[in-house]
């Protein structure tokens, strides 16, 4: 795993910061704006979070770990994916962080992905962190 390849996107929604906590721990909320990907977790520093569902006709069950929750302010975990084509290991995984804060009646939230494979593979992410964040929005601001 190359920890210097790193993703970073941002974008503001225009809704209160407790709105957006939930969008980003909520189940069901999750499988509306992440491509119908099922999150199972409790959100606690030290438990699994796995991710599963089915990406282009592939079933995928990726994994990891809840680093740190800081509630309203950040979430971070280790995560592994499926696509990657090596066996898991937790010791070989990146780091997602996903920032919030308030900004004139906004929430912005910052996506860091840092750890990849490949360049290829953080190439991957950078457009489906993309597509997430606006879905978040989308789903969100309605």
């Known amino acids: 795993?190359?920890?210097?390849?790193?993703?970073?996107?941002?974008?503001?929604?225009?809704?209160?910061?407790?709105?957006?906590?939930?969008?980003?721990?909520?189940?069901?909320?999750?499988?509306?704006?992440?491509?119908?990907?099922?999150?199972?977790?409790?959100w606690k520093k030290g438990s699994p979070i796995t991710f599963t569902?089915?990406?282009?006709?592939?079933?995928?069950?990726?994994?990891?770990?809840?680093?740190?929750?800081?509630?309203?302010?950040?979430?971070r975990h280790?995560?592994?994916?499926?696509?990657?084509?090596?066996?898991?290991?937790?010791d070989d995984t990146s780091t997602i962080t996903y920032d919030l804060k308030k900004s004139d009646g906004q929430t912005v939230v910052t996506i860091t992905q840092e750890g990849f494979k490949d360049e290829q593979s953080r190439d991957h992410s950078i457009g489906s962190w993309n597509g997430i964040l606006n879905n978040l929005k989308t789903l969100v601001e309605k």
């Open 78 to 90: 280790s995560y592994w994916s499926s696509f990657w084509g090596t066996a898991y290991d937790p």
């Open 1 to 42: 795993m190359n920890k210097n390849l790193k993703v970073t996107d941002q974008i503001e929604i225009n809704s209160s910061i407790d709105k957006v906590w939930f969008a980003l721990t909520d189940k069901e909320m999750i499988r509306q704006y992440f491509y119908g990907t099922e999150v199972n977790t409790d």
């Open 53 to 75: 569902g089915t990406w282009q006709g592939t079933s995928y069950e990726d994994k990891g770990f809840i680093l740190e929750t800081q509630k309203e302010k950040m979430i």
